[in-house]
């Protein structure tokens, strides 16, 4: 099973960027979806943003317009892009692939703080 990797996570003032990315053992392609999900303390894990082999995309109705989703075929990478961040994105990030509703790879996650 490809495993996934996650970085790039930090301490960021409120208004600031962050680019996460997660690095995959193995062709990214054979998931049918790879997403950011995010889990904040005392709450449950939710979808941030999504990707399809296909390309197609979605996003939380909080964090349209200032996150995007994107991937490298060739380092077999997926990135999110976060921008104008605010203090309720503080959470830790994970990425997801998933083969098929009941085959999918969990990273271990990386630590974003939004802070001033």
């Known amino acids: 099973q490809v495993k996934l990797v996650e970085s790039g996570g930090g301490l960021v003032q409120p208004g600031g960027s962050l680019r996460l990315s997660c690095a995959a053992s193995?062709?990214?392609?054979?998931?049918?979806?790879m997403g950011w999900y995010r889990q904040a303390p005392g709450k449950q894990r939710d979808l941030v943003a999504r990707l399809t082999s296909g390309g197609n995309t979605n996003y939380a109705d909080s964090v349209k317009g200032r996150f995007t989703i994107s991937r490298d075929i060739a380092t077999n990478t997926v990135y999110l892009q976060m921008n104008s961040l605010k203090s309720e994105d503080t959470a830790v990030y994970f990425c997801?692939?998933?083969?098929?509703?009941?085959?999918?790879?969990w990273g271990q996650g990386t630590q974003v703080t939004v802070s001033s």
């Open positions: 997801k692939g998933d083969y098929s509703p009941w085959s999918f790879s």
């Open positions: 193995g062709s990214i392609l054979g998931f049918a979806t």
